[in-house]
C-alpha cells in the first residue's frame, strides 16, 4: 500500500502542457511511495484523452472518469473513496507542487501526531511568471476562519481517518465554489488541527484579475457556508460580521479593498488580532 494517495479532479482542462507540467511536479516528489488518482468529472472536451496519454508513462497513476460532471467536491469524494494511502494530499490539475513537498509534509505528520492536516505557503503565478504569495498562521486557531480560510487547500497533506470521520467534502449547492472553506471549518468543528508550513511547497495558477470575476451567487453561496462554519466554531454571534464579508467585498472598489486587507494583516503581525 503506498503512503500518499495523491487526488486530482480535472474538469474541461484540455491544455496538455499545463496538465504534464502539473502531473510531472507529482510525479519527480523527492517521497516517491505515493499513488496518484486521477479523476475526469465529466469533462466535453479532449480533456480524458491528453490523460490517458499521459498516464501511460508511470504505473502509479490510476486514471478514473465520470459519467458526468459532478462538481469538485463529489469528484474528489470519489477519489477518496479509492485511495489506499494513510495519507491524502490535493493537487489541482493547473498547479505544480514542489519536488520536496510530499517528503516535508509526511515528516511533519509523523513527527506531530497531534496534527490531522498540513498545509504550506504558495507562490501565485500566470504565463509572465510568480506575481504574489499565500502566506498564512503556522497554527491556525478557530478565530482565524472569521477573514479568509487559513490555509492554501490544494496544497494540504491530510490523515486519511480525519476526512473519512467527516463524511469527507459536503455536496451541496452552496459548496459548488467553497468546498474547501467547508471541510476545513468541519474538520476543525470535529476536532482536527491544521499546520501551515513556512516553506512554498505549492504554486497556484492565477491571474490577478480571478477574484473579480467571480459571480455574486457564489458570495451568497459563501455566507452560507461561514454561517454554518462560523456555528460549529462557536464564532457567533461575534463572528457575524465576518459571515457578510463576501456581500460587502463584492462592491468594494479593489483599491479599498486591498488597503482593508493589507491593515488587517499589518495588525495581526503586530499581535492586534
Known sequence: MPTVSVIMSVYNTNDAQVLQLSIQSILVQTFADFELIICDDGSTDDT????????????????????????????RNRCISLSQGKY????????????????????????????????????????????????????????????????????????????????????????????????????????SKGANLALVLYLVREDKAAYKRRKYRFRIDEVLVRYK????????????????????????????LKRAKDIYYNRKKAGGL
Open 48 to 75: 480524458y484523452d491528453i490523460l490517458a496519454n499521459i498516464c501511460k508513462c508511470d504505473s502509479r497513476i490510476r486514471l478514473y472518469k465520470n459519467d458526468t460532471n459532478l462538481k469538485a467536491a463529489a469528484s
Open 88 to 191: 491524502v494530499a490535493i493537487m489541482d490539475a493547473d498547479d505544480c507542487s514542489a519536488e520536496n513537498r510530499l517528503e516535508k509534509q509526511v515528516a511533519f505528520l509523523e513527527q506531530y501526531e497531534d496534527y490531522d492536516f498540513v498545509g504550506s505557503s504558495a507562490d501565485l503565478f500566470d504565463e509572465r511568471g510568480i506575481w504574489g504569495r499565500r502566506t498564512y498562521e503556522n497554527f491556525p486557531k478557530n478565530k482565524d476562519f472569521l477573514f479568509v480560510l487559513p490555509f492554501v487547500h490544494a496544497s494540504v497533506l491530510f490523515r486519511k481517518n480525519a476526512l473519512v470521520a467527516i463524511g469527507g467534502y459536503r455536496v451541496a449547492r452552496e459548496t459548488a465554489r467553497t468546498e474547501d472553506y467547508d471541510l476545513f471549518m468541519r474538520l476543525y468543528a470535529n476536532g
Open 229 to 256: 462554519g462560523f456555528k460549529a466554531l462557536g464564532l457567533l454571534p461575534a463572528g457575524y460580521i465576518y459571515v457578510v464579508k463576501p456581500l460587502i467585498v463584492g462592491i468594494i472598489p479593489q483599491g479599498l
